[in-house]
């Protein structure tokens, strides 16, 4: 659950069945999207304001788990202060973990914020970095000074910009892809041949313009969900649902 929007998955026995991006909190869009299916248990992550109705609503309709930085997970948890740790980035986590095991694997996030963070080959979550994603930077060069106007950078962005606001495009697009490459560099040096994985609302356009060898997987955080979900289910952590055992 982000500020401005929901995204939802429903898995089943075979694995993800089908999924969609719902508003904010409206639990009568859960019901939808969900078309009569009963789930059998939910899991949810918010990086938004948190929402008590909404989520008795969902509590309703099955057992709820409510993943936070502090949620036991599958695999060593090596930063400090877990209980300021992003949900989302310790789901993104969980789901390097459970798609590449054995592997070192870099996920960035690309959203309000990017993220980056490290699984090594040995299953710890060694941590990352957070910078601002594309609006907050065209937010911030709008706001903080007198004449720069605000850009939404198209799918297409020349470099170098011909005028101010193809300057700024640029700035922000190629500054962010110049970012990524430095990062995915700089924290995979220790082994040639990291998984890399792009996820979040401007994942896929930054896959594109990075070399070969990245994965695109705007499902990654879901994924990670839900193999937090099975974790609790199959190893009887804080959460087990009536029933499972």
């Not at 995204?7 to 939808?32: E, M, Q, T, Y």
């Not at 409510?66 to 989302?88: H, I, K, Q, Y």
Request: charged letters at 20%.
């Amino acid at each position: 659950m982000g500020n401005t929007r929901t995204k939802a998955a429903l898995f089943g026995s075979g694995g993800l069945l089908r999924h969609a991006i719902l508003p904010p909190r409206d639990g009568r869009a859960v019901d939808g999207f969900l078309a009569g299916a009963a789930p059998a248990a939910i899991v949810m992550a918010s990086v938004a304001a948190p929402d008590e109705a909404f989520q008795n609503d969902l509590a309703r309709q099955a057992p709820l788990l409510e993943v936070r930085g502090e949620t036991p997970v599958p695999f060593n948890v090596a930063v400090d202060r877990r209980s300021t740790l992003g949900a989302d980035r310790l789901a993104n986590a969980a789901g390097l973990h459970a798609l590449f095991p054995g592997r070192r694997a870099l996920a960035i996030d690309a959203g309000t914020c990017i993220t980056y963070d490290v699984m090594d080959e040995h299953g710890t979550f060694l941590g990352g970095v957070i910078s601002p994603g594309m609006s907050m930077r065209a937010r911030a060069m709008h706001t903080y000074s007198a004449r720069l106007p605000l850009v939404e950078p198209g799918a297409s962005v020349p470099s170098p910009g011909r005028d101010t606001v193809g300057a700024l495009a640029a700035g922000i697009v190629h500054g962010i892809r110049l970012e990524m490459a430095g990062m995915i560099a700089d924290l995979t040096h220790e082994h040639p041949d990291p998984v890399v994985v792009l996820t979040g609302g401007d994942g896929l356009r930054f896959a594109r313009a990075l070399k070969s060898g990245i994965f695109a997987d705007p499902l990654l955080t879901l994924r990670g969900l839900h193999a937090i979900l099975l974790h609790h289910r199959v190893g009887g952590g804080p959460f087990l649902a009536p029933g499972w055992g």
